[in-house]
């Protein structure tokens, strides 16, 4: 069964830069047809899905944030990663990591942004 777990700082200050980081287990992120993902939810708001990378390393990303936002990873360790740059009071959601083809987030963190 795979699993996803993220991690990294709750608080964040403004013009900073958020980075997150997706453990999975159960699965490899290399596997062919895996897309692993990043989505967030703002407090009061829908979720926003933010990018992926895909089995052989192509990134997409979401237009509105695709100027801030870089997805890479770590084969190694089974991880893939988030970096939100400049980030502002808006930038403070729950961050989930989810794998795609399989169907399943992490239990999503939260990071808030304030100085």
């Known amino acids: 069964q795979v699993q996803l777990r993220e991690s990294g700082p709750g608080l964040v200050k403004p013009s900073q830069t958020l980075a997150l980081t997706c453990t999975v287990s159960?699965?490899?992120?290399?596997?062919?047809?895996?897309?692993c993902s990043w989505i967030r939810q703002p407090p009061g708001k829908g979720l926003e899905w933010m990018g992926l990378?895909?089995?052989?390393?192509?990134?997409v990303y979401s237009p509105s944030l695709k100027s801030r936002t870089s997805i890479s990873r770590d084969t190694s360790k089974n991880q893939f990663t988030l970096q939100l740059s400049s980030v502002t009071p808006e930038d403070t959601a729950v961050y989930y990591c989810?794998?795609?083809?399989?169907?399943?987030w992490g239990q999503g963190t939260q990071v808030t942004v304030s100085s």
């Open positions: 990378i895909a089995y052989d390393g192509t990134t």
């Open positions: 159960g699965g490899s992120i290399t596997a062919h047809n895996s897309y």
């Open positions: 989810a794998s795609l083809n399989a169907g399943l």
